[in-house]
């Protein structure tokens, strides 16, 4: 089942563009076939994991690049999260994409970029680790690009440059291991440290790689611009997958695995503060309803690393929670976007508004997403902000806390600017709900960032007990 939750995308993804040459339908029901087949057996792998066991396949290889897959509850975690969020993308690119060309492509690079996630999230050897990551920059690239437009086509590459420049520096961190430990297999390298932190220079090489993906100042700047795809793209990109890998690999390497000096547990909230507090700042000014979540991603992402950082249970779990509350919040917030700018033709919010009189559904779903990533009770946005601050207040991190929680009202205020200015106020451009598929999806979404706060004792027991096998409790 492992390798199933890997190689089924990855493998069923080619056969998409040939079954859409004889039946669109029949690809588009594949497509979420091929993305519920992650989930539903990482569910049933799930009481196995949770009860505390590890599953590991292990094929060696020479040279230390051995095919090594494992399954804790970390992994399982972020496939559910990952694979879930999928979903309901591909349910909703039924109506987006319907009127576009490439649509076989796209199908096809939206399942292969979650086997990709699938491959990195279960990875225990890090060539293998890096080889999945650049399938992800070069999926990620295609479908930035997917209108192929000259603007569309700069974009793809700056965004491709970045990850891609970032990764690199982080195979020589691998490599650098390689030549400490004599092994690229995570456990191994584990056993050969022990007690020993890594040196800091692999830290600070792994490092640049992880902000990279993850769009963490100063290297964010691609994932604004990346608002040139399709909605459900942006969606895939910002909410569910590609940014979130960053923080998963922080996570899998920097506290589960390896020890690294204590300066480093200063050094990453001090970079996520800034990018929080910048990259909301930007949002507040910004006026492409787009580029507005996107800069709310950065900022929210930097809530996550800081999370990780305080090595405490309480903070890690916090932040593990805030992975799946904010994919959830966020996805929908993107989808909301593609509605409002499918149907009036524009993302300038300056030249909208009122539209929650002919887009109900929408500007609902809009509002309580909105509500999860701002934070407000009972939303699951909620728990996991306060997870975060309970997780920093146990460290003693008082000042820096402060900071987050300046970023935390900056997020209300510009979030709310945004609802007053597109939903709210007198009819500028007409528009119309999207399909029913759509409205289907960011529904869904909208109910789960609900449903996430007022059933919060299930996805936190999750985290806690991920938490507490990352620490060695």
């Known amino acids: 089942m492992l390798l199933a939750i890997i190689f089924i995308p990855i493998l069923g993804a080619f056969a998409l563009p040939i079954l859409g040459r004889f039946s669109l339908r029949l690809r588009n029901w594949l497509a979420l076939i091929l993305i519920l087949a992650p989930f539903v057996l990482s569910l049933l792998l799930a009481s196995a994991i949770l009860s505390g066991k590890t599953i590991n396949i ?42 576009y060309s490439n649509q076989n492509e796209y199908y096809c690079l939206v399942v292969l970029f979650l086997g990709s996630m699938m491959g990195i999230i279960f990875s225990q050897n890090l060539i293998l680790l890096y080889i999945f990551w650049e399938m992800t920059a070069i999926v990620s690239w295609r479908l930035i690009g997917f209108f192929r437009g000259k603007q569309d086509i700069l974009r793809a590459d700056k965004a491709f440059l970045i990850t891609a420049c970032g ?20 456990p191994v390298i584990k056993e050969s440290l022990k007690s020993n ?20 100042l100063p290297l964010h700047t691609w994932l604004p611009d990346a608002g040139v795809a399709p909605s459900p793209v942006t969606a895939l990109l910002h909410a569910a997958v590609l940014v979130k890998i960053g923080v998963y690999v922080f996570a899998r390497l920097f506290v589960a695995s390896f020890g ?8 990453v909230p001090v970079i996520a503060a800034f990018s929080t507090i910048i990259a909301a700042g ?14 709310s991603t950065i900022s929210q992402i930097g809530f996550i690393f800081f999370a990780l950082a305080t090595n405490n249970i309480i903070g890690i779990a916090g932040g593990l929670l805030f992975i799946l509350m904010h994919g959830l919040a966020k ?142 409790g």
Not at 175 to 183: F, M, P
Not at 197 to 216: D, E, M, Q, R, Y
Request: proline share 3%; hydrophobic share 55%.
């Open 58 to 99: 292990t094929q060696l290889i020479p040279l230390g690049f051995n095919l090594s897959f494992s399954a804790d509850i970390l992994a399982l975690f972020m496939a559910l999260v990952s694979s879930l969020i999928s979903a309901v993308i591909i349910l909703y690119s039924f109506g987006y994409i319907s009127h």
């Open 167 to 186: 990764a690199l520096l982080m195979l020589i961190g691998f490599i650098s291991i390689y030549q400490l430990t004599g092994s690229f297999d995570i």
């Open 197 to 216: 932190p890594l040196p800091n220079f692999i830290v600070a090489l792994i490092l640049v790689g992880i902000l990279s993906k993850s769009a963490t």
């Open 260 to 267: 690294i000096a204590e300066i480093w547990h200063t050094i």
């Open 282 to 295: 930007a949002a507040l000014i910004e006026t492409d309803f787009k580029r507005i979540v996107a800069y």
């Open 331 to 472: 996805a929908g917030l993107f989808l909301c976007a593609g509605i409002v700018e499918q149907n009036t033709s524009t993302k300038d919010i300056t030249q909208l508004g009122g539209l929650i009189k002919t887009m109900p559904f929408t500007a609902v779903a809009f509002l309580f997403c909105a509500f999860s990533v701002m934070g407000i009770p009972p939303f699951g946005g909620f728990f996991s902000k306060y997870l975060v601050f309970a997780g920093s207040v146990e460290n003693k991190q008082f000042f820096i806390s402060l900071v987050f929680l300046a970023g935390a009202v900056m997020t209300m205020l510009y979030l709310f600017r945004l609802f007053n200015m597109v939903f709210l106020g007198e009819v500028k451009i007409s528009g119309k709900e999207g399909s029913r598929t759509m409205i289907i999806a960011v529904m869904i979404l909208a109910i789960l960032s609900l449903a996430g706060g007022i059933l919060i004792n299930y996805p936190l027991g999750f985290a806690e007990k991920a938490a507490q096998q990352m620490l060695g």
